[in-house]
């Protein structure tokens, strides 16, 4: 999921919560946060500046959830997950990141 929202000076981004392990995130401008969607999760709207008693029109709230393949899920065939272009290759996300065998044990 990554965070896309432009806020109005002063508002903080909101947080994002994983239930299941007691934590959040806080959010900012296109920071990327990587979890198991079967766990419990939410988030808080954008937060207005103290003293600020109505919010601002252009505070809007705007997250990008990006799903992986249908074979990485059920674990049907193997993927490769690009992160990120090097110039002369991609950087790829090994099974224990993308796996969902993997974090499946860890959370619970």
């Known amino acids: ?18 239930l299941a392990l007691g934590i959040y995130v806080r959010l900012g401008y296109m920071k990327i946060v990587a979890f198991c969607g079967l766990n419990k999760h939410g988030g808080t709207p954008p937060i207005a500046p103290a003293g600020h008693s109505n919010v601002a029109d ?29 110039g002369k290759g991609c950087l790829e996300l090994p099974p224990e990141v993308t796996g969902y065998a993997f974090v499946f044990p860890v959370l619970f």
């Open 58 to 86: 252009d505070a809007v709230c705007m997250m990008g959830v990006m799903y992986p393949p249908e074979a990485m899920i059920n674990g049907s065939g193997s993927v490769k997950t690009i992160l990120a272009t090097l």
């Open 1 to 18: 999921m990554m965070a896309m929202s432009r806020l109005p000076n002063g508002y903080e981004d909101g947080r994002f919560h994983l």
